[in-house]
Structures are given as C-alpha cells and as structure tokens.
C-alpha cells in the first residue's frame, strides 16, 4: 500500500525527519509513535502532501506521492483525519459528511447515500446529530465526524493524527474500538498517537520516531515488551536494583 | 506448508523494504548502544544515520569471531543484562568461546524462525520430535526444543548420547521425527543395526540434521539407513542459533530467513561478493535481533546462493548445504581440500563403511595425506587381491575428486571412534 524510503522533511532550516524508512501494508493498522516534537505528525503532514519533502520517496499503490501536489493525493485514496479534528463549525453535520465525498462527485447522489449511511451505521452518534452545528458537537463527537468525514472519499488509506487528544478516557476507548472495527472491514490505518499503549493495543505494527528518525520497529506486540518502549513511551520506569 | 506465510511467500520487493527498515533500525540500535560498533563506525567516518539503500551494505564493517571474543563476556550485548532473558555460548568447536544473549522478543522470534524449518521439513503439531542435540549452552538443543513447541508438536529432550537409551526411546516413545548431527544420526543407525532392529518398524519419518557439514551421499546413506526424509538446517550461535535457513521438502538447498537474516556471500580473500552462484563465504547481518545483533558476521562457512525460485513457493532466496569452512579447508600439496568431498567419494564406493578420517603430516617437507577407510568386515576376509582392488579404486576416485594423490588405508569396521555431536574427521599433523 505505501512505502516510505528515507525520507526527509522539514520546516526552515529545521530537518524535522531524517532517512525514515516506512511501510504500511493493506489492512493493517500501523502506529507511529513518539513524544511530542519527534515528527509524527510532519511526517502524516508530508505523505498528504502538505509539507514538500526534500529527499526520498513515498510510494502509495505504486505512484509517488513527493510528485503531487496536496490536493490530488486524497482522489489516489490517501485521506487523513487532522489532529484537533477541524470540523467546519457552522456547517451541520451531514453537510460536513457530504464535503468529504467531494471526489466522488461524480457517481452521483446514490453512492453519496450509501456511504452517508455506512458512516451512520458507524458512527450512529451522528445519524443522531446530522442537523445540528458541528461546532455544537462534543470533542469525542467532532472526532468521530472527522474520521466519518474521512471515510466519505471511500479511501484507501486513512491517516489518523493523534485522535485521542483531549478526549476522556472512555471516549478513547470507544474511538479506538471503531479504528479496529475499520480495519476488520479491510480498511488500512496510519495512526500517530502519543497514547503509546493504546496505540500498540490495537495496531498489527509499528515504528518508534524519535528526534525525527525511527528508532525501533516491529510487531506492536513486541513494541508492547521491548523495554526501552516501555520506558520511554509506556511510563513504566523500572527502579534499578 | 507454511508457518508464516506472509513472510516466507512475500514479494522481493516487499521483502528490501522490509529489510531496509530493520537494517536502519538495527545501525541506529548497535551505532548507539555497542561501543565495538559505534568505534568502529566512527574509525570509518561513517554516518550510519544516513544509510539508506541495501546496496550499501558492503560500506559496512565486518564481525569477526575474534571480536566476539575480545569482547567476552558481555561486550557486544546492545541490551542491558536485565533485559536479557537467556544466555548461551558457542559450542567452541574451533576455539575459545563466545556468549550471547536474547532478549524476549529474540526468544520468540527464535522459536518462530526454527518452527518455519521444522514446517518446512514437512513437519506438524502431530509429529513427536525427539531432540537428540546437546542441551546446554549449544544452541542447538534449546532452539530446536523451543521451535518444536511453537510447532505443537510433542518434543522429547532427550539431548545427546546414550545411543541404546535413544533407540529405546524412538520405539517406545513412537518418535517420528530425529533432530540431531548427521554423524549422530548414522551412529544411531548403526547401533540400531547391531541390536538387530529392523528401523521399519519404527514410526519414524522424518530427520533434521544440522550442526556440521554433510554430503548428498551421506544424506542418501541416513535416509536408507533410516528409512526418513532428512533434510538440512543451518544456524549459528554468533548470528542465533538453528533457524537461520532450513530446507523444504524439494531437498535442493536451505531457505534463507531473509527477513531477519541479510546474507552475503563474499570472497573470502578479496572480501568481494562473487559471481552469482559461486562459491564463498557467507556473511549475515543480523536485522531484528535485540539484545545480539551483528553486522556483516563472517561466519567462515562456505556455500553459495541459488537463486532460482523455489517449486515449494517460498520466495526467500536459498543457499547450497554448507560446503565447508574457510577454517576447515585442508591446503594439501597448495590444493583446497574439503572433508565433505573425500566423504561424498567414500560413500559412494561399496564395499566401505561411510566412516573415515584424513590424516595429514609433512614428510621431507611435502605434505602427505592418508585417508582412514571403514570397510566392511566381509572384505578383511577375502584375499588380498580384492583388497587392493578396493584401496585402488578409492584412490583413483579421491584423485580425480581432489586433485591430488592420497594415500589410502583400510581399516576394520568400527576401529574409527563415534561421534555424538558435532564430528571431527581431520587429524592434521603438519607444524606450521
């Protein structure tokens, strides 16, 4: 699905990624993790293309996503779902909904109902609220928006920045059963996540950045236990004997 | 059969991306935690940071065994002690030893690759698998016990010796498959032979010899013996253990397990790559493990690659079964001699037990080797004639095998002493 070769990428004179070297294969949920300022979120920046790289390769089902300007990724079935939600306010939910389909236009009013409704099975919160302001709606509810929002384009990949942020701890949990419910029904995921365990709990792989490099890899599993994860990201500081 | 089909079938070019994610993750790994390889880096100006296509791997420095030892015991862990959860040694046959250490992850990572050869043999969680490796700090025991588990299969760790016990055990205990050395597994056969045990009757099917260098002729010798399949395995402690590559059913060549294991296979004068499909040495780099990884290991065996695919649909590539050691190869008269050529002409001949050394001496400074010929005990007992008949033939076979003359002595059926474990077939007596 997308292969990622030492890429680089950055802001001014400041290399916010170095040689990151990157997979994701389909149907699997990969997680980047890392603390705050390691690069997670240039680097889900930089695959959609908001951020120009400067060395490297992204390759999404075999075309070069560093070619490509930002707003011809989404139509190759490459969407991301922003930190901090960014829904639009004063648009109610289901217009919020619909701007997500926008390139699908084309197949008509029939297809755009019937992933109107896929996202409400979903998301049933939604069906609920689907009149009312998205401004209105409660963090864990604008999250959900925006990943229903996301899904609309029928993608590919869905890129997820940090979707945990300030929301309480249920609601997590609930946001994390349904990227686990997205990936049983054969979606890929690449979720950034400063929420370590959580993220390793649900995803099938995946790569620790630090300072802007990956610095470990492998099954979450084996994340899961690898004690230098544990210490860093997992808070569970062991006391020296 | 696969065990990880994801992984054993997957595309090459799935297969270098994966490759060179784990090879930069293993430079960031030993470049910041192993003070022998952040110096070496450091001595070569090299930015391992920066390194970013598999193609660059020969800009890499090389392992030795001497800087495993150097290092003894824990010098090159790239893991603190407390993280390590099992620690194993060398088997030291060719000198002082060397330790390792696993971390847990390495440990199921282990017992997975091993149960990939043990699948591959044709093996499943039916089989009773009788581990007649040593247990201890030889590798070869606990890694196949702990990839038979992961297997299901029912494991008896039996280890090495006590032959009879072995035979008694493979009856009652209805074994079906033997792990073990090949010379074991002949010396096995040949006590089963002496108590009149007709191996028939047995449940066995399957062996999986490994641990030293054999032959085809000597494969064909254990499975008629026997009346198995054998295939072939390979690993070492340096680089794990067992599980490194094993062979399929097709019986031509051990898998590599080339999402943990890049392989080289270089000169090993030049420390150049040969041609495709040439001898030399084989270098690994090893890509996932934690608590011993090393880079560019030379590991003094001698094969080389097969890059056809494989009928068994296993897309990682193969290597010939071990020819050799650089460190075994005999110099005789200025001629590279290896055990296992004079082996596959001995068993080939009739009339000769598969059992036999090679002595080697200087007289008036020339090199002089004998070979130590079994033969069966019907030959001692007819004339003379039939006799030299015999050494005759071994001798114009070895020198056209070779290269060069030896000399050849017969000697009675059992007078050679048995091995257990790993053989030692070569008494070299020349003083340097």
């Known amino acids: 699905m997308l292969k990622i070769r030492n890429l680089e990428s950055g802001y001014g004179k400041i290399k916010a990624l170095k040689h990151v070297s990157m997979h994701v294969d389909g149907g699997e949920i990969v997680t980047i993790i890392g603390a705050n300022g390691a690069g997670k979120t240039t680097l889900l920046a930089t695959i959609a293309g908001l951020i120009k790289a400067r060395a490297g390769e992204i390759v999404f089902r075999g075309r070069n996503l560093c070619a490509l300007s930002a707003e011809k990724i989404p139509a190759l079935g490459c969407v991301m779902v922003p930190e901090g939600r960014q829904v639009f306010a004063t648009m109610s939910v289901e217009e919020n909904l619909i701007l997500g389909a926008h390139v699908l236009q084309k197949e008509g009013h029939q297809v755009i109902e019937e992933l109107l409704e896929h996202q409400y099975s979903l998301f049933p919160v939604l069906r609920d609220r689907k009149g009312q302001l998205a401004g209105t709606l409660s963090g864990g509810e604008q999250q959900m928006l925006a990943m229903g929002r996301a899904l609309m384009s029928r993608p590919q990949m869905v890129m997820m920045d940090e979707p945990s942020t300030g929301l309480a701890p249920l609601i997590v949990k609930e946001i994390f059963q349904i990227i686990v419910r997205l990936r049983d029904e054969g979606n890929t995921v690449l979720l950034v996540e400063q929420n370590a365990k959580a993220a390793l709990a649900i995803a099938d792989r995946g790569y620790v950045l630090e300072t802007g490099k990956v610095i470990l890899q492998g099954p979450a599993d084996d994340l899961m236990i690898n004690e230098d994860v544990q210490r860093a990201y997992l808070g569970r500081e062991k006391v020296e004997g | ?432």
């Open chain 2, 1 to 432: 059969m696969y065990w990880q089909p994801e992984k054993e079938c997957m595309s090459r070019a799935d297969l270098e991306q994966l490759q060179l994610e784990r090879l930069q993750s293993t430079l960031y790994r030993v470049g910041t935690h192993v003070p022998f390889y952040r110096q070496k880096f450091r001595e070569m100006k090299l930015d391992f940071d920066s390194f970013n296509t598999l193609a660059d791997i020969h800009k890499l420095p090389f392992t030795m065994k001497q800087d495993l030892r150097d290092s003894y015991p824990y010098g090159m862990f790239a893991v603190p002690l407390r993280e390590v959860v099992r620690i194993h040694s060398s088997s030291g046959t060719t000198g002082m030893a060397t330790v390792v250490g696993y971390t847990r992850n390495d440990i199921k990572n282990w017992a997975d690759l091993v149960a990939r050869v043990l699948c591959a043999a044709g093996l499943t969680a039916d089989d009773v698998i009788q581990i007649a490796f040593g247990y201890g700090l030889f590798t070869g025991g606990f890694g196949l016990h702990y990839g038979a588990e992961r297997l299901g299969a029912s494991v008896i760790p039996i280890s090495s010796g006590n032959t009879k016990r072995q035979i008694q055990i493979m009856q009652d205990f209805k074994t079906t498959a033997l792990v073990c050395t090949p010379s074991y597994a002949l010396n096995i056969a040949d006590v089963m032979l002496d108590m009149g045990i007709n191996p028939s009757g047995l449940s066995l099917k399957f062996g999986l010899f490994g641990a030293e260098p054999w032959s085809e002729a000597m494969r064909r010798e254990i499975n008629e013996k026997l009346g198995i399949q054998s295939t072939d395995n390979y690993g070492l402690s340096e680089v794990m253990g067992p599980g490194v590559a094993g062979e399929c059913q097709e019986c031509n060549g051990l898998h590599i397990n080339e999402d943990h294991f890049l392989v080289e296979v270089l000169d090993p004068e030049t420390l150049e790559p040969v041609k495709p499909g040439e001898i030399g040495e084989l270098v690994i780099t090893t890509l996932t493990k934690e608590a011993f990884p090393v880079i560019r290991y030379r590991t003094h065996d001698l094969t080389r690659l097969l890059p056809e695919p494989c009928p068994c649909g296993r897309t990682f590539i193969r290597i010939n079964r071990i020819l050799g050691r650089t460190d075994d190869m005999l110099i005789i008269k200025g001629v590279n001699v290896f055990p296992t050529q004079i082996e596959s002409v001995l068993f080939d001949i009739d009339g000769t037990a598969p059992h036999y050394r090679i002595v080697v001496e200087r007289e008036n400074h020339q090199d002089k080797a004998t070979v130590l010929v079994e033969v069966k005990e019907s030959y001692f007992f007819d004339e003379m004639k039939k006799q030299g008949a015999l050494i005759d033939t071994i001798k114009s076979r070895l020198a056209s095998e070779l290269g060069i003359g030896v000399a050849v002595k017969l000697v009675e059926e059992k007078t050679l002493g048995r091995f257990e474990g790993k053989g030692q077939r070569v008494i070299d007596k020349r003083k340097i």
